[in-house]
């Protein structure tokens, strides 16, 4: 069955430093996002991506963060300086198309910044 | 503001008890209800409701949607401890166009012991 991948499955990383999440998303699916989950709290959104573009992006997506697909098939998260409250689990979804249908998600990527 | 209200937060039953979780949503373009179980990482699909008053089944897992008082519960019957999980809820609610950014509850955590 076609799925959602990720990479690492858990960073640690001091705190400033820059990190990149990956993401395979799932082959024919068109749209791209990025959830995250505090230890405790809620899956938020952070951003969607469609047509090599950001689509939407939520408060928490500042200026830190960027996504990207350089290649046509990996779908990557970079925060350029991290603070200890981005210490989360970063899910990467995938949706095939515009009517409805679900959300495909990874296995999810640990961040720890200490 | 958007809101998805599960209840209740946890819930422990025993091997073979029905449980009902429960999902009210505030919406201003409601478009459709999902469920996902989380296990340890990623949350899984389990159900997407669009009409009102049509149940939707999968196994012991059953659910369905009240358009009009905006609620949507979870039935599990038989449950096994393999149930164990957290059980979200999550609507694309207030999100124009094709951007499906899905708001989710706190979810449900569910402990089926044997």
């Known amino acids: 069955e076609p799925e959602v991948t990720q990479t690492p499955s858990h960073q640690v990383t001091q705190m400033g430093q820059e990190v990149i999440l990956r993401c395979v998303p799932i082959s024919n699916h068109l749209y791209f996002y990025w959830y995250r989950q505090i230890l405790g709290q809620k899956v938020e959104f952070l951003v969607s991506f469609y047509n090599n573009e950001i689509s939407e992006k939520s408060e928490i997506f500042d200026d830190q963060f960027s996504v990207e697909r350089p290649d046509g098939s990996n779908f990557t998260l970079k925060i350029r300086s991290t603070k200890l409250e981005d210490s989360a689990m970063y899910f990467c979804?995938?949706?095939?198309?515009?009517?409805?249908?679900?959300?495909?998600f990874g296995e999810g990527s640990r961040l720890t910044v200490l | 503001e958007d809101k998805v209200v599960q209840s209740p937060l946890s819930l422990v039953v025993h091997e073979g008890d029905t449980v009902t979780l429960n999902c009210s949503y505030e919406?201003?373009?409601?478009?459709?209800l999902l469920w996902y179980k989380q296990e340890k990482k990623a949350p899984t699909f389990l159900f997407m409701l669009t009409s009102s008053g049509i149940e939707k089944k999968s196994g012991r897992l059953s659910s369905i949607l009240d358009k009009k008082e905006l609620f949507s519960i979870l039935n599990i019957t038989a449950t096994q401890t393999g149930d164990s999980a957290i059980y979200l809820c999550a609507g694309p609610l207030n999100s124009g166009g094709s951007n499906y950014k899905l708001t989710f509850g706190k979810g449900t955590l569910l402990t089926v012991n044997p």
């Open positions: 979804a995938s949706k095939i198309g515009t009517s409805g249908g679900e959300l495909f």
């Open positions: 919406v201003t373009n409601f478009r459709s």
